[in-house]
T-cell receptor, first 115, second 114 residues
Framework: EPEVTQTPSHQVTQMGQEVILRCVPI?????FYWYRQILGQKVEFLVS????????KSEIFDDQFSVERPDGSNFTLKIRSTKLEDSAMYFC?????????????FGSGTQLSVL | GESVGLHLPTLSVQEGDNSIINCAYS??????FIWYKQESGKGPQFIID?????DKRQGQRVTVLLNKTVKHLSLQIAATQPGDSAVYFC?????????????FGSGTQLTVLP
């Protein structure tokens, strides 16, 4: 069964450093997403991406965040200067773009720890 | 503001019994709902979805019920198995004015007792 894959599974970084989280969405999907989950809290929407541009973003997704689809398969989330409060599990998701019944399929996540 | 909330944070059931997990939502504009299962260290896994023009939808051992009058969503799991132990989230789409953004609830931890 097709699945969303994410690398790395764990990322430890120093505050102020840049990190790039990587995702390979399901191959025939058109919409791509990043969500995050701070330990013990809800899963929160960050950004959605379609046709090589951001379609929606939340208040969390500030200027320190960026997304990119550098080639036909990868979808990345970059945090330019990490803060302690960026520590969370980051989930990539993708969907086929059928808006009326749009299931999001999630990867297993990257646990980001900012020290 | 809009919210999707769960009635109970934890639920314990005996193996073989049926489980019912509840979810309340506050925005009547929500038009699509999904239940996800999240096992420890993994991402949310799709279980079943339902659109607002339906009251009930059945899958394999799972049923989702939607009561739009009281803005309530439930997930029923038949013959609960140890592998069903996980956190279950309801999520809604359409509540924030966004066509695609999912809003997740807080989650219910389901524990299946032997």
């Amino acid at each position: 069964e097709p699945e969303v894959t994410q690398t790395p599974s764990h990322q430890v970084t120093q505050m102020g450093q840049e990190v790039i989280l990587r995702c390979v969405p399901i191959s025939n999907h058109l919409y791509f997403y990043w969500y995050r989950q701070i330990l013990g809290q809800k899963v929160e929407f960050l950004v959605s991406f379609y046709n090589n541009e951001i379609s929606e973003k939340s208040e969390i997704f500030d200027d320190q965040f960026s997304v990119e689809r550098p080639d036909g398969s990868n979808f990345t989330l970059k945090i330019r200067s990490t803060k302690l409060e960026d520590s969370a599990m980051y989930f990539c998701a993708s969907s086929d773009g059928v808006i009326t019944n749009e299931k999001l399929f999630f990867g297993s996540g990257t646990q980001l720890s900012v020290l | 503001g809009e919210s999707v909330g769960l009635h109970l944070p934890t639920l314990s059931v005996q193996e073989g019994d049926n489980s019912i997990i509840n979810c309340a939502y506050s925005n009547s504009a929500s038009d699509y709902f999904i239940w996800y299962k999240q096992e420890s260290g993994k991402g949310p896994q799709f279980i079943i979805d339902i659109r607002s023009n339906m009251d009930k939808r059945q899958g394999q051992r799972v049923t989702v019920l939607l009561n739009k009058t009281v803005k309530h969503l439930s997930l029923q799991i038949a013959a609960t198995q140890p592998g069903d132990s996980a956190v279950y989230f309801c999520a809604e789409k359409g509540s924030s004015g966004s066509a695609r953004q999912l809003t997740f609830g807080s989650g219910t931890q389901l524990t299946v007792l032997p």
